[in-house]
């Protein structure tokens, strides 16, 4: 069995294709949802020499109907975009075929709103919410006033993902699968979090972040640690957890050299 925290392979999200001078193609079918409809369509791209680049498939388990979306490579395939879709059109298993056809750029522009799960949301680069609050030190200066203004923007987010789970997923089920829970951070590319300690009693824990986003923009030469708003975060939704207010200290810090950033949850 794998370790999930070591054995981790980068995820892509996938909202384009760029192949200077190579005839792309997106499709989106609604599928049936029942074995062996989407090996066929596979195949038939495969017959056809198109090379599948990317794509997403979503088929609920209580659903009667799913959906396949994929970029391709067609530059080596002697049919058209519009003869593939009649192709895939003529499987009992496909209910609908929509495409596009670009050279070099394709861009998705058949799925909006993009959601995970039932829940609406919106990709941002990392680097790009780093330099946002390094750009809100910069005009407030990195002095406690500002460290406070993102540690409850952070509070505030922690207890609005709490509340969003508690919607889908009962208390007791989060409770019994907190490491699945931790998972999320990874999910969502904001680091691999690690649960170390939960003690529900006294309503501690002691929690490990690796890559944690926030702190990786200052480098390791820090003499503090600079985890603001992942610290609120955390302590917004065990604060929601426990109907009670929970404090996070970060007790190590990677922009100080550690080896991840460790956070120590207890009662106010």
Known sequence: MQNAMTDLAPGRFNSSEFGPGRKLAQFVLKLRNEPGTLEALSAIATSNRVNILSGSHDAPPNSDHGAWSFFADMTDSKQSAEELAKEFSSLPGTLDVKFKT????????????????????????TRSIAVIFLRVKELLGAGPATNVLLHQIGQATGKTNFELMLSKIDKETLLSSTSEIAGLWSAAGWGMQRIRELDLEGMTARTEIQSNFECSSYGTGSE?????????????????????????????????????????????
Not at 105 to 120: E, K, S, Y
Not at 239 to 266: P, V
Request: aromatic residues 14%; glycine residues 8%; contains cysteine.
């Open 102 to 125: 670009a050279t070099t750029l394709i861009v998705d522009t058949f799925h909006f709103p993009l959601f995970a799960g039932d829940q609406q949301v919106m990709v941002l680069a």
């Open 224 to 268: 503090t640690p600079q985890s603001q708003f992942v610290r609120g975060c955390l302590s917004g939704y065990w604060s929601a957890f426990f109907q009670k207010r929970i404090n996070a200290e970060e007790t190590r810090c990677i922009a100080k050299g550690d080896g991840a950033c460790e956070f120590l949850l207890t009662p106010a």
